[in-house]
């Protein structure tokens, strides 16, 4: 559904990779709301992935930016405002890594240097923006900022590991920028939390399956899926939540407030462990 809610805005979105990543879908639901963006990722990601296909479809412009480089960030500020023909309104992003995560190492065992760049690229990449941003004058007064998180910020959940603590920093610097960024230029910083969702990045983790079937029995709207984020994203890029700001939101069925359900009930029934 189309109301054009973004009709004029410029947009720079983060993240994209291939069909199944989030900013993928927020993307495309941004266009479909009348925005016009610049679409970014790192450089092994556009040779990679699926991106330029994205872009080409939508005659996007495309750009590469590593998010823990700030003068790589500078340029692309810089470039999007120049290609867009102003300020940015709004900015997602959904940048996440963890080679620890990857290389299946246990959280008691982390690779310090890996731990490192986990923070660097999935929680202080987005500090980095926010402040090259504000030093650079490149997002409107008005603007938002809606970066990607997770209920592990904040509930211990095994085999999340390093991210779990990259999300509890990024949500914290939500609540900080946001707030010297609002009172210094109107700018919103939010965080959406998101239901665990299929993609690239969510697949690395091994108990994926079982994990998005137990949060789907326990969340009383079931779980988000990419489309419902991106309508969550379209939301706070709008007009609509112009005084939300600092905020996580969550865009996950009820799951952080859930302990039992009929459904969880009912699948435990059918399983060993209701015998
Ligand atoms: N999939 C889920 O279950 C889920 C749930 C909640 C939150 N999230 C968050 O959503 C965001 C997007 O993840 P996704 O699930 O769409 O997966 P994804 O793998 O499609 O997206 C992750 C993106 O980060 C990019 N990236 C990695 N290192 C980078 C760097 N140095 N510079 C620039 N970009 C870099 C990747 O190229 C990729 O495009 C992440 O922050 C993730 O933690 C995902």
């Avoid at 199944?20 to 709301?33: F, G, I, N, P």
């Avoid at 679409?39 to 412009?61: R, W």
């Avoid at 690779?111 to 980095?128: C, F, P």
């Avoid at 920028?177 to 700018?187: H, I, L, S, T, W």
Wanted: charged content about 25%; some cysteine.
């Amino acid at each position: 559904m189309s109301n054009g809610i973004l009709h004029n805005k410029r947009g720079l979105i983060f993240g994209a990779l291939d069909e199944r990543s989030l900013a993928w879908h927020v993307a495309k639901r941004c266009m479909d709301e009348g925005a016009r963006l610049v679409l970014s990722n790192v450089e092994t990601a556009i040779k990679l992935g699926d991106i330029n296909m994205l872009a080409e479809e939508n005659n996007l412009p495309l750009l590469a930016c590593d998010v823990t480089d700030t003068s790589d960030i500078r340029n692309l500020l810089e470039k999007s405002q120049e290609l867009l023909g102003g300020k940015i309104d709004f900015v997602l992003h959904a940048v996440a890594q963890s080679v620890n995560l990857r290389r299946h190492l246990d959280y008691e065992n982390l690779n310090y240097e890996y731990y490192k760049k986990t923070i660097d690229i999935s929680a202080v990449s987005l500090h980095k923006i926010l402040k090259t941003a504000m030093e650079t004058d490149a997002i409107s007064e008005g603007g938002s900022v809606v970066t990607l998180s997770f209920i592990a910020s904040e509930r211990y959940m095994h085999g999340y590991n390093d991210m779990a603590d990259a999300k509890a920093m990024l949500e914290s610097i939500v609540r900080q920028m946001g707030a010297v960024y609002g009172e210094k230029c109107g700018v919103r910083v939010n965080a959406v939390s998101q239901s665990p969702t299929q993609t690239k990045a969510g697949g690395i983790w091994k108990e994926m399956n079982y994990f998005y079937r137990y949060t789907d029995c326990l969340s009383p709207l079931g779980n988000a899926d990419a489309d419902d984020c991106a309508d969550v994203c379209v939301a706070l890029f709008s007009d609509l939540m112009k005084k939300v700001t600092m905020q996580t939101i969550y865009n996950d069925g009820g799951f952080g407030r859930t302990v039992l359900t009929d459904n969880m009930i009912e699948t435990l029934r059918n399983s060993q462990l209701g015998k």
